[in-house]
């Protein structure tokens, strides 16, 4: 079992500048250092406006401390509103920042490959940053590319061919998840759940069926795009330079007013893939930065958090999150083998038969109600330093 890692927030008390300290015990977690390892050597060599920054790691006593760029606006996850999306203008502009962020990973010959809301988070300007290149492999070595076979991602958003079994190229791979992170921006919701020939909805659009949601949220020229980012066919596929000659990439919005909402299947965090050539699942350390909670809303702000597993298998996954507001800067929030959500209008997303741990943070001095329907777990003891000096401790429920 992977043990749940870290993440905290660190602040310079003369300058006031933060920083994110992300924690991994490689002596819990023995069989991810190489990852690790090469996770910090790709991140080293970025240096993009729209890429979360690595400024350095450090290794003492069996623990690796990573230091990253602190991005005070949360996850673009939480910027989309469950079957609405958000302004065509907004997605456009974040749409962007991505394939801005993207162009230049490729151009450095590296791929993501885990490209989704979750991974992209917002700084205190609203630029859209790239995160967690736990991920991202080199394709491309003193110009000369090579084939990937690694099927890794989140499988709504891993292009068809990651899926196929068969050696694919990185590139085309990134762009497709690009896409599908465009369709959660514009309709609020996913379009299936994995890009295979099992799944209706994919086949359907396959198919050119766009009656159905999230396409009939979308207006004619953003179809226009997804229909040509979203081609099953890699070598057909758009490239970055074509999307960004795209009309819909270049278009001059008028503010439109607030989307319509239409019943469907609200947007919702999904499970890591991880699996190598062999069929071998990995164990999976996931960086996130933080969980934005709503300032209008802080007093109830709920965390869906799911276990699932591929095939047989279960993945191991240990993903985690920072505050966001000051007050809570020294509480570290964690879980073991699960994804987080945050937002107390994001449904339950897990299957019949999965576990699940719904915590209900309701912040009335120090007092946190949790609720839960797993079998087994532990309590986890936090603890908070208010301004006036108080130590504020309080108990979490985690999955074991």
């Not at 057909?236 to 819909?248: A, G, L, T």
Request: glycine share 6%; aromatic share 6%; charged share 25%.
């Amino acid at each position: 079992m992977v043990s749940s890692p870290r993440v905290k927030l660190l602040l310079n008390k003369v300058s006031g500048d933060a920083v994110a300290m992300k924690i991994v015990d490689l002596v819990k977690n023995a069989n991810v250092t190489t990852s690790i390892k090469k996770e910090i050597a790709i991140h080293k060599k970025l240096n993009h406006p729209h890429i979360i920054k690595v400024y350095g790691n450090r290794k003492e006593q069996g623990v690796e401390y990573i230091f990253l760029e602190y991005a005070s606006g949360g996850e673009l996850f939480d910027r989309i509103e469950p079957d609405i999306g958000m302004k065509p203008q907004d997605a456009q502009k974040y749409f962007r920042h991505l394939i801005s962020g993207v162009e230049y990973l490729h151009s450095l010959g590296i791929v993501h490959r885990d490209i989704k809301p979750e991974n992209l988070l917002l700084d205190e300007h609203d630029n859209l940053k790239i995160t967690d290149f736990g991920m991202a492999t080199i394709f491309r070595m003193n110009g000369k590319d090579r084939m990937l076979d690694k099927q890794c991602g989140t499988l709504p958003y891993v292009a068809p061919e990651v899926l196929s079994g068969k050696q694919y190229h990185g590139e085309p791979a990134d762009i497709w998840s690009c896409g599908v992170v465009l369709v959660a921006m514009l309709g609020g919701e996913l379009p299936w759940d994995s890009p295979t020939n099992h799944c209706e909805d994919y086949v359907s659009w396959k198919e050119c069926g766009i009656t159905k949601q999230p396409w009939c949220k979308i207006e004619n020229l953003a179809l226009s795009i997804l229909r040509r980012i979203l081609n099953h066919s890699p070598p057909r596929r758009y490239k970055v330079s074509e999307i960004k000659q795209h009309q819909w990439f270049t278009k001059q919005f008028k503010d439109q007013g607030t989307p319509v909402k239409l019943p469907g299947t609200p947007l919702k965090k999904k499970i890591k893939l991880n699996r190598d050539s062999t069929g071998r699942e990995e164990a999976i350390l996931a960086c996130s930065q933080p969980v934005h909670c709503d300032r209008t809303n802080q007093n109830h702000c709920d965390e869906l958090q799911d276990r699932t597993s591929i095939g047989k298998k279960q993945v191991g996954l240990c993903s985690f999150s920072q505050p966001t507001n000051p007050e809570h800067m020294l509480l570290t929030s964690q879980c073991l083998g699960t994804q987080t959500q945050s937002g107390s209008n994001q449904p339950n997303f897990s299957q019949s038969g999965r576990n699940r741990i719904r915590l209900k943070k309701c912040v009335y001095g120090s007092l946190v109600h949790i609720e839960t329907n797993a079998m087994e777990s532990r309590v986890i003891v936090y603890s908070r330093v208010e301004k006036n000096g108080t130590v504020v401790t309080f108990r979490a429920l985690q999955l074991l």
